[in-house]
Antibody, heavy 121, light 110 residues
Framework: EMQLVESGGGLIQPGGSLRLSCAAS????????MNWVRQAPGKGLEWISY????????YYADSVKGRFTISRDNAKNLLYLQMNSLRDEDTAVYYC???????????????WGQGTTVTVS | QSALTQPASVSGSPGQSITISCSGT?????????VSWYQQHPVKAPKLMIY???HRPSGVPARFSGSKSGNTASLTISGLQAEDEADYYC??????????FGTGTKVTVL
């Protein structure tokens, strides 16, 4: 069974940095692209970043561009999100997600983790 | 990239049909057949319900269907059931090589 487990969330002061991890299991991680999606308390979903299977293609939402960096370690089956210059509005549950239908950015996200909570205050 | 526009809430009685709209632009919904729909129950991760406008993943009940006309996509739930009460989000690929979600719709089963 494909499984994604996020970790690394917590309470951080504005301006601080945090690195989230997403551990993948049950599938050949290095052949799947990955996404990060977040959800602020009581708000909707917001896509924030995508990385291709080989890290050759990376995209960001404007809201995090220049502050957040997505990366992956295919040898360890890990996805990362380095978050710098954190703001109050970055407070959210952060999900990692992937598609079983292809590796392109436009593919739907079938498999989601349970999320990790980041609070900037 | 602005969020796609969805009605804040839609309600219906068990057995009825409801439709949720998702309005975008020619740079997202209207420009590509890469619209998907997600269901989210409270404190749960989203679940894919529809992809590429109208395709239903294995295991998703046939009462869920999707369509698109111009810059607006729609999700229809036919034969509404109590377990369908949840939040629903549309999502689209965009011409800026990003993805965008809708504002979300709360479905209430009366």
């Amino acid at each position: 069974e494909m499984q994604l487990v996020e970790s690394g969330g917590g309470l951080i002061q504005p301006g601080g940095s945090l690195r989230l991890s997403c551990a993948a299991s049950g599938f050949t991680f290095n052949t799947y692209s990955m996404n990060w999606v977040r959800q602020a308390p009581g708000k909707g979903l917001e896509w924030i970043s995508y990385i291709s299977s080989s890290s050759g293609a990376i995209y960001y939402a404007d809201s995090v561009k220049g502050r957040f960096t997505i990366s992956r370690d295919n040898a360890k089956n890990l996805l990362y999100l380095q978050m710098n210059s954190l703001r109050d509005e970055d407070t959210a549950v952060y999900y990692c997600a992937t598609s079983i239908r292809g590796i392109q950015l436009w593919r739907p996200m079938d498999v989601w983790g349970q999320g990790t909570t980041v609070t900037v205050s | 990239q602005s969020a796609l526009t969805q009605p804040a809430s839609v309600s219906g009685s068990p057995g009825q049909s409801i439709t949720i709209s998702c309005s975008g632009t020619s740079s997202d919904v209207g420009g590509y057949n890469y619209v998907s729909w997600y269901q989210q129950h409270p404190v749960k991760a989203p679940k894919l319900m529809i992809y590429e406008v109208s395709h239903r993943p294995s295991g998703v009940p046939a009462r869920f269907s999707g369509s698109k006309s111009g810059n607006t996509a729609s999700l229809t739930i036919s034969g509404l059931q109590a377990e369908d009460e949840a939040d629903y989000y549309c999502s689209s690929y965009t011409s800026s090589s990003t993805r965008v979600f809708g504002t979300g719709t709360k479905v209430t089963v009366l």
